[in-house]
């Protein structure tokens, strides 16, 4: 029997519809067109062949929505950790500023506190030396004193007048002190 022009045609037909089914499950390419290459071939497999690619078309579009949020999430948390890391310094720097600070006032207190101390020392001193001396002059007055009650007292004296300047001197370095620590 031999083939007739009507099954050599649908043979035909039917290579190059399963042909055109081959190459749409390929992916569609903008230098590809499968559309273009089937035009005559019936309406329904250029349908067919469009819907696929509009298909393949919007699922790469979709793809690249999701790797463009994925590329915005991953900066956004980049972002974020960048402002995390910047307001941990900020922080630290502020406990630094503070201890700093609290160091300061710790210094002032005990700068003044030492010239208060030395004031105190200073005027103890001096009282004593006023009572020790109208003591002195009172058994002067009545003479009860020996020459060397009299020398031993002007010794006294002048230690005690020595002591009286050395913690002068220690009151201008505790005021020193404390005027640095206000600076």
Known sequence: MKPTKAILWGLLLFSTVTFAQDLTSIKATDSLKVDSVYVGFGSSNQKNNQKEIDREMAYEKQQRKAEKAKEKAENEAKDRERDMK?????????????????????????????????????????????KKT?????????????????ADFEKDKSKRLEKIEDLKKKIEKAEKKLSKAKN
């Open 134 to 150: 109208e003591k002195y002059e009172k058994n002067l007055k009545k003479g009860k004193l020996s020459p060397n009650d009299i």
């Open 86 to 130: 910047k307001q941990e310094r900020k922080l630290e720097k502020q406990e630094k500023e503070l201890k700093k600070m609290a160091n300061k006032q710790e210094a002032i207190a005990d700068a003044e506190q030492e010239v208060s101390k030395a004031k105190e020392k200073v005027q103890e001193a001096q009282e004593d030396l006023v």
